[in-house]
């Protein structure tokens, strides 16, 4: 974790909300200047997104380690930007990323989109359940395919349950068209990424075009990681243990990290394991040691590693040296 630690003549710490902010400003001392809720408005404040544009210096704190630093049995607004204020009075903030402004629009919408996604999926193992809920047989064919859905209603007698599967079809096809339209506008239009690194994040086995856009503008800048174990963590892809006194006592930190770089680098790893045969012989390897589960978490886990160094060393993907490393 990164803190803030550069000195100042004052120090300003703010609980934002949409219509209200408490500020409260500190001098060099300590002592507070200013402790009030105010409006959340231009007039009052510049908004985080203009204070760069009007050379104002600001740092955007990392809400869940400031959570566990400041946590006390009273909590409100008040409260609130008078620790964060003291935070950075001594060098204690912890500091979250400041996502670039022009790429965050297209940023989203890959969110949005993988969002449908899983919608997606819930209804298609909604179907797989049901079957499996009234005993009847195999579909023997991947319902993810417009092609091998027809008549799958059929295939269940009760009315009622007819009914329940048809609608979850007429979802998923209308689910198709959005993502289809959504994938054909984000392909043609996102402008904000490097098309080199785009197209080494492709050489993986497996990963197209919506999947490394996904990775490039979670990870935006690579840089930003000065180690590869600070970009798995990132991820999230390790556990972070806890001790005390030279005792264990289990992991924590599974809240803080970048879940869309968790999914995007599983998803790449399944997919390497379907294109290629020395990934499925490697992933065999590991699942005689670890069991299935943990070997993906595993494979996963190498993956972003191999991403972090294709990135920082500006190399495409080492299928070769992947499996033998």
Known sequence: MRFYTQQHKHYCGIDLHAR???????DQAGTVLVHKNVAATPEN???VDLCAQEGIAFVLGH????????????????????KIAVLLWGGMLPLAYVYPP???????????????MRKRAELLAHIQNTNSQYNLPEFGKKLAYKGNRD???????????RKTIEMDLALIDHYDQLLGEVELYITRTAKGHDAQSLSRLQSVPGMGKILAL??????????????????????????????S???????????????????????AAVLLLRQHQPGKEYFA?????HGKGKALTVLAHKLARAVYYMLTREQAFDLQRFVTA
């Not at 022009?102 to 449908?116: F, K």
């Not at 008549?151 to 349950?161: A, K, N």
């Not at 490039?216 to 690579?222: A, L, P, V």
Request: charged fraction near 30%.
């Open 63 to 82: 809400a869940l380690y400031m959570k566990a630093i400041h946590g006390g049995k009273a909590k409100n607004d008040k409260i609130d930007s008078h």
């Open 214 to 243: 996904v990775l490039r503008y979670e990870i935006q800048d690579i840089a930003r990681c000065p180690r590869v174990q600070d970009f798995v963590s990132y991820c999230p892809l390790v556990q972070w243990a806890k001790e």
């Open 151 to 161: 008549g799958v209603e059929e295939h269940f007698p009760d009315p009622s349950v």
């Open 45 to 47: 404040f510049l908004r």
């Open 102 to 116: 022009e790429m965050r629009a297209t940023r989203d919408l890959l969110r949005r989109r993988c969002h449908l």
């Open 285 to 289: 390897k590991v699942e005689r040691k």
């Open 20 to 26: 209200t902010m408490y500020v409260c400003i500190l």
């Open 245 to 267: 006194a030279g005792k264990r006592l289990g992991t924590s930190g599974k809240k803080i990290g970048n879940p869309q770089l968790t999914w995007a680098c599983s998803a």
